[in-house]
């Protein structure tokens, strides 16, 4: 046998990715990444890419923030591991889950860590389930989320994710949910409706599930702000207004999945603060350390704490939780990225930048190909359709969208396609020039595509 040894060979050899085709893999190789600093990855062969999606969605300091390294190896020379269960803990955890509770909205008070969005959401859903036990109503345990939502891929996050490839093939959902219309009215909307209007449809539709199912078994309603890896959809207005008065009559709870709006990306903090949402349970990671460590985070209310805690007494624990919650090391370099994200006012500069960045891509708006053009703060989309005028999409496989991503490497550029949606999700530290030229090499990618 011959052994083969360069990166690429090793891992075709070895390697079974994630979100990947593993025959066209096995047909063209990876594309080896080997180094980053700011806005811009390079690989292997010296090629510089911006990195257009910070990651996934992720990167908020960019790709060489020595400060971030430095934390990790202060922590990992003083304390590398430790845990927090069974009443123990250790600085950066209790350090971390104060600076989160001063950071989200007042009435968030407790935080339980996990290692990724998918445990979180995971714990999520079995918090919630203890939380109804606790309270002597173990019959309400449904959940609700949105064709188009994404909260994950484990078994029961995953079931409440709302896409049809996460559940091709995995037998999903395996938990108790049902999924409600995607709150995007450029394909959803009927012809003539107003964004109110639609709205309210939605809100209907929502009530009309949770009556249903019976209001005394629906547990909670679980929604990102602003739906990210469902293709950066932008909720009509007046919707989280409409769906959060449908929870409160009907005893729902509401949960804010902000994995990937958390820290700034909307420019504002959160995005419940830009979209006035005042959710009971909210989920945060990604940003949280900008993915130099897995971390996550659940903060919850006073009053769900007070349950959960209550009922830990009467079972003599709260029988859930990693090896790796509150990580020393994650938790380390978190309240470091928090504190750069704070000093470099990261936060207006995403508001700033975004502006620059929807100015920009609107100007691609009379292209034949672009339908939309959409976003908020520096995450944005633009929607390519086959038919402008009738809102007519490519094939169901959204080919367009790979062809455009891979041609988009040879502009020196990485972005998602979420089949034909090309997002854009880049680096908080993104500077005005820059957001130009990422949008300039977007243009030279789509004349390529015409
Ligand atoms: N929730 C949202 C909104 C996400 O975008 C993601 C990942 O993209 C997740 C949850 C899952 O997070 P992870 O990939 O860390 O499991």
Redesign the pocket.
Known sequence: MTRQNSTAELDKAAHLHPYTNARKLEAVGPRVMAEGDGIFVRDEQGNEYIEGLAG??SVAVGFNQKRLVDAAAEQMAKLPYYHVFAQKTHGPAARLADKLVELTPEHLTKVFFT???????DTVIKLIWFLNNALGRPEKKKFIARTG??????VA?GSLTGLPWNHASFDLPAIPVRHVTTPHAYFFAEEGESEEAFAQRLADEIEATILEEGPETVAAFIG?PL???GGVLVPPAGYWQKVQAVCHKYDVLLIA?????GFGRTGKMFASDTFGITPDIM?L??QITSSYQ?L?AIMMTDAIYQAIADHSERLGTLGHGFTGTGHPVATAVGLENIAIIEEQDLVGNAAAMGKVLQSELARFADHPLVGEIRGVGLIAAVQLVADKSSRTRFDPEGKVGAFFFERAHDHGLIIRNIKDAIAFCPPLIITEEQVCEMVARFGKTLEDTL
């Open positions: 996934l969605w290692n990724s969005g998918s445990e979180a959401n939502g994404y909260h994950g891929i484990t996050s990102e739906i990210g890896a999945d902000e994995v990937i709006t989920v990671s990604k897995p996550a």
